[in-house]
């Protein structure tokens, strides 16, 4: 993706892009101008995300308004930290941007469930699903934003420096968790679960610090992790819920001619930019394979080994929101029926609440 770019050149690269990327106007910063929209994300200016989802969305977005709206992209960490990126919106500091809920756990806690252990292989396919949770039953979790779009990303793996064939070796391993249900998966296959933004990772496995991670293959991509673990367990451990959202300001203040096509472009960028599909997913993974990282899938058998240990985690999670009064078990349910619509099996569903 990034050629023959060493680490540090590219965080460099990535700092500089941030920064060149990070200049323009506000939405209505100049009385009389057209909209110029300023887009946020964490994902660093080389990345997938970047180049092939939020840079292609934005020029449509240009395109269909017929140049009503331009826009200037903040990616990386021009505007803030990897977490900080929803209050980034919400506060006005951008328009509208990219954010990851489980990045702050605790704070968005049905949201969660868009980060259950699924067989999920393209963006495209978790934002439907996402979109149609917003719908039954999240959208009570963003007040203040306008959300253009959510979703629980492509599955994520077990990356380690050395490699795991069972639950027993990969007991005592410290790994970075982005927290959510990665957290209590990790632990609950015998590890230690460190969280940390993902910009941190790679220092983090170089020196010891922790033995591997759980994420997605773009970000393993990325942020160059492929440098620094040699095996990745092809066991889903689900992903992070994250999403487009609005200054909800901003949104009043558009045009509303201008309403219906940021929805139409932005509602599944992904599916608007060809971006993080099912078909990139199957490159992503041969990429990966040829950067001389192991790819070992778990046999049946010890797979439903962890899964069991995954669905005792569904469980606990549903008590604790029940017993704070919060619909667990109706948002689990309505997951697993939006995503056996699409073909999706929820690995991490307790098959007796069906």
Not at 134 to 163: A, D, M
Not at 248 to 267: A, D, F, I, N
Request: hydrophobic letters at 40%.
């Amino acid at each position: 993706m990034c050629g023959g770019i060493t680490r540090r050149g590219f965080l460099k690269t990535s700092a500089i892009g941030a920064l060149a990327l990070g200049s323009g106007a506000g939405i209505w910063e100049l009385a009389f101008s057209q909209p110029n929209l300023r887009f946020s994300t964490w994902h660093v200016p080389l990345s997938r995300e970047v180049k092939t989802v939020w840079e292609p969305m934005l020029q449509e977005l240009r395109k269909r308004s017929r140049d009503k709206i331009s826009y200037t992209l903040f990616a990386g960490g021009a505007l803030g930290k990897a977490p900080e990126h929803y209050d980034i919106v919400a506060k006005g500091l951008s328009d509208m941007g990219y954010f990851t809920a489980t990045f702050t756990p605790g704070r968005f806690p049905l949201t969660d469930v868009l980060s259950l252990a699924a067989w999920v292989d393209g963006k495209d396919v978790a934002t439907e699903i996402g979109n149609s949770m917003y719908q039954r039953i999240l959208h009570r979790e963003f007040k203040g934003v306008k959300v253009v779009e959510l979703n629980g990303c492509i599955q994520s793996f077990l990356w380690t420096k050395k490699p795991v064939r069972t639950l027993e070796d990969a007991k005592g391993m410290k790994i970075r968790t982005p927290g959510g249900h990665q957290t209590n998966y990790i632990r609950a296959i015998g590890a230690e679960p460190v969280l940390m933004p993902p910009g941190d990772v790679y220092m983090a496995i170089e020196t010891g610090t922790v033995d591997g991670l759980v994420t997605c293959p773009p970000v393993l991509l990325s942020f160059k992790l492929h440098e620094v673990v040699r095996h990745g367990v092809i066991a889903t451990f689900g992903c992070v819920s994250e999403g487009v959202v609005m200054n909800e300001t901003t949104w009043k203040r558009l045009p509303e001619e201008l309403r219906p096509v940021l929805e139409e472009v932005c509602h599944n960028p992904f599916r608007t930019t060809g971006g993080l599909t099912r078909e990139v997913y199957k490159e992503m993974l041969k990429e990966i394979a040829e950067k001389k990282v192991e790819l070992y899938n778990l046999p049946s058998k010890e797979a439903e080994r962890w899964y069991d240990r995954f669905r005792e985690v569904t469980r606990k999670w549903v008590a604790d929101l029940e017993a704070r009064h919060l619909p667990g078990r109706e948002v689990v349910k309505a997951f697993n029926e939006e995503c056996e619509k699409r073909g999706v099996r929820v690995v991490a569903f307790p098959p007796e609440w069906k």
